[in-house]
């Protein structure tokens, strides 16, 4: 993984959609099964913001900005289904979101403005990383261990997660998703 330098004012952060139980766990098992030792580092989620090194003292700013866009956002049906890869530009096995792309993107622009305005290295796709960096034996175990993995459920948040300095990616806060248009069409549940 790419990681950011920071200097000592600094921290490194990250902006996702969290996979929540009993789907989460089931992904990160399955992650560590596959020999992928970030497995118990970086929960399982869908990017809105790549690792990024922020000053400390700009966090508060951070956190309004990100209350403005859930406030302007509202909870939508995200389904998983199935696997893909990023290979060869990448070493990267994911679950692909087959339902709620469109929210996700929406979400992901809203998130990449302000204080978190930065340009993106690929164009953003919504996914959530099952393998990364492997050889392509753990990389095709996880592609066909994974291929019939589904999950739906709603989402209703997104978090702030802080990179610590054992590795570990931990949610720092979370933003619930409270905005309704007029013309806003109920949350499905699934």
Not at 37 to 61: E, F, K, N, S, Y
Not at 74 to 92: I, N
Not at 156 to 168: A, I, P, Q, S, T
């Amino acid at each position: 993984m790419n990681l950011p330098e920071t200097s000592d004012d600094e921290v490194r952060i990250g902006i996702a959609v969290t996979v929540p139980p009993p789907y989460g766990p089931a992904l990160v098992s399955a992650r560590a099964r596959f020999g992928d030792p970030a497995a118990g580092q970086i929960p399982p989620h869908v990017t809105l913001l790549v690792p990024t090194a922020l000053a400390a003292d700009r966090i508060h700013h951070v956190d309004t900005h990100l209350d403005v866009v859930a406030a302007h956002h509202q909870p939508f049906v995200m389904h998983l289904r199935g696997t893909a890869t990023f290979r060869p530009v990448s070493p990267v096995v994911f679950v692909q979101v087959v339902e709620g792309i469109a929210s996700c993107e929406q979400l992901e622009r809203d998130v990449r403005t302000g204080p978190l305005d930065q340009e993106l290295r690929f164009p953003y796709h919504p996914h959530v990383t099952v393998a990364h960096e492997l050889d392509d034996d753990g990389l095709d175990r996880a592609f066909d261990g994974l291929s019939q993995f589904e999950a739906s459920f709603v989402v209703d948040r997104f978090h702030r997660y802080l990179h610590g300095d054992d590795g570990v990616w931990r949610p720092a806060r979370e933003y619930l998703l409270t905005g309704a248009g007029a013309d806003a069409a109920p949350v499905r549940r699934p």
